[in-house]
């Protein structure tokens, strides 16, 4: 129901069913190489178990938030066993960083963050110093394993690799380094070669929302390396109020950082306490951080893997300052913030329970796509291709149909005029070479609507409305070569649909 929940599932069904690593559904069933394969291959399992959409969300869910668990009791073991953090310490500070609603949110639809977690702060548990050869030997052998299945969770596994294989190299030499690291390396190359060869099979005008992330990010970077770095301070902005506001829940304006960076200070204090106990920590920050940076966009999901370690560095450096035994003043003020912040996030994070805010959007938007559904039920044949700008994914699982993203999706584009969606040129051309006959407008006409104008302008009478499902629009697209001809499309995309 969401847009990336919908394409896990779609693909794990295609795998289960023994169709291979394909967007089922799609017209062509192109090769499914936007998703690395981890998490999609465990959903598959559940679609073998379960059978049934209904079982395998629930069933998915519930795994999804066992992964979070797992990612919490990693990380106080981690500040037990190997930073001598005291256990009722670890323990607590576990809970203040895993209490809030951004990091549960994403494990209440299938998304692929849980997993992710669990991995990136089971590394944690895994780091081999703090223990005996013999059993450093098969915590250096596991880290090797976790970081590569974290790579092939999600791409930015490949950060949370680098991180660890810096603290190594500085800690223990490049051997082990290269050694921990290079599965994860080997991981990361064999799966981009595959997605960028299964890029080639998808095509040009779908390529954008279901091939490769790296594709696009490396050509921007290469043609324009201008463009591309005069965002970064506005990038960098962005990101440090996206860590702002999961460091203060709750708070916006100019309060957010006045009340965010004496926390930031005392953050940077226990980051570097951590760094001589747990040292993959700070790396994994700066790592994680400049990838960040460097993404052409910052979601609050994307920004959250770092949340619970913010958390935890600024409790160590409260605890740190007030362990060197200051004026007892200061300790006191120390001890007072501590005290607010918790009771203040604390109380954000269950007033949020309360009224619902980490499901209200999940609401929302299941609320639009039973109405797309039931609309379509309604109104289109079964062979119908029907095109969405996020539903399509799951339009095929509730409804059967064959579907098509129906707009591209560039947040960085070459021309700053183009919208992200594309332009109208682009989308008529996808949606002639698809064969996309029935249309959902998902935003109110904000993405398809240029395109629509122009189509029904050129060629009046070929649209037709079908349900009005405020804000959505369901239309019917009655069009053929004449209609295309007449709107500039080459005779090479229209002999394409012959």
Request: charged share 15%; net charge positive.
């Amino acid at each position: 129901m969401w847009h990336d929940d919908g394409v896990y599932l779609l693909i794990a069904r295609a795998l289960s069913e023994g169709h291979g690593f394909r967007y089922l559904g799609v017209v062509g069933e192109p090769p499914a190489v936007k998703f690395p394969p981890v998490y999609p291959g465990v959903l598959a399992l559940l679609w073998w178990v379960f059978g049934s959409l209904r079982a395998v969300t629930i069933a998915a869910v519930l795994l999804n938030l066992s992964f979070v668990a797992t990612a919490g009791v990693a990380l106080a073991w981690a500040l037990h066993r190997t930073a001598s953090v005291p256990r009722w310490i670890a323990v607590a500070l576990t809970a203040v960083a895993f209490f809030s609603a951004d990091v549960w949110r994403p494990a209440l639809v299938t998304l692929s963050e849980s997993l992710f977690l669990a991995f990136a702060y089971g590394a944690l548990a895994l780091w081999p110093e703090g223990s005996g050869q013999e059993h450093r030997t098969r915590r250096t052998v596991g880290l090797a394993i976790v970081l590569a299945a974290a790579v092939l969770t999600r791409s930015a596994g490949i950060a949370v690799a680098l991180g660890f294989g810096g603290a190594l190299f500085v800690r223990r030499g490049w051997r082990m380094g290269v050694g921990v690291v290079l599965p994860a390396l080997v991981a990361a190359v064999l799966w981009g070669g595959m997605a960028a060869s299964g890029a080639a099979a998808i095509p040009e005008g779908m390529r954008d929302v279901l091939g490769p992330y790296m594709g696009w990010l490396f050509h921007q970077l290469f043609t324009a390396p201008g463009a591309f770095v005069a965002v970064l301070p506005a990038q960098a902005l962005t990101l440090l109020g996206r860590v702002a506001s999961l460091l203060v829940p709750g708070v916006y304006g100019v309060w957010l950082w006045v009340t965010a960076l004496p926390l930031a200070l005392l953050g940077l204090v226990g980051l570097r306490s951590l760094g001589t106990r747990l040292p993959p920590i700070p790396w994994v920050v700066a790592t994680y951080g400049a990838m960040l940076l460097l993404w052409p966009f910052i979601d609050r999901r994307l920004v959250m893997p770092l949340h619970p370690l913010m958390v935890v560095c600024v409790g160590m450096g409260i605890m740190e300052l007030a362990a060197r035994r200051p004026h007892r003043a200061l300790r006191r003020s120390l001890w007072t913030v501590a005290f607010a912040w918790v009771a203040m996030s604390a109380a954000v994070t269950a007033s949020r329970a309360a009224r619902g805010w980490a499901v209200e959007g999940y609401q929302l938007r299941a609320g639009r796509l039973a109405a797309a559904v039931e609309a379509l039920n309604r109104t289109a044949p079964a062979d119908a291709v029907v095109g969405a700008p996020e539903f399509w994914a799951a339009l095929h699982l509730h409804g059967g149909w064959s579907v098509v993203p129906s707009a591209r999706f560039t947040p960085r584009p070459e021309d700053p005029g183009t919208p992200v969606w594309g332009t109208p040129d682009q989308q008529l051309a996808l949606w002639w070479g698809a064969g996309v006959d029935h249309l959902l407008l998902e935003q109110g006409g904000q993405i398809h609507g240029e395109a629509l104008n122009r189509l029904e302008s050129a060629c009046p009478g070929d649209v037709q409305i079908l349900a009005r499902l405020a804000p959505q629009m369901l239309v019917r697209i009655d069009w053929g070569e004449d209609c295309a001809r007449r709107l500039g499309l080459t005779p090479e995309q229209v002999d394409t649909d012959e």
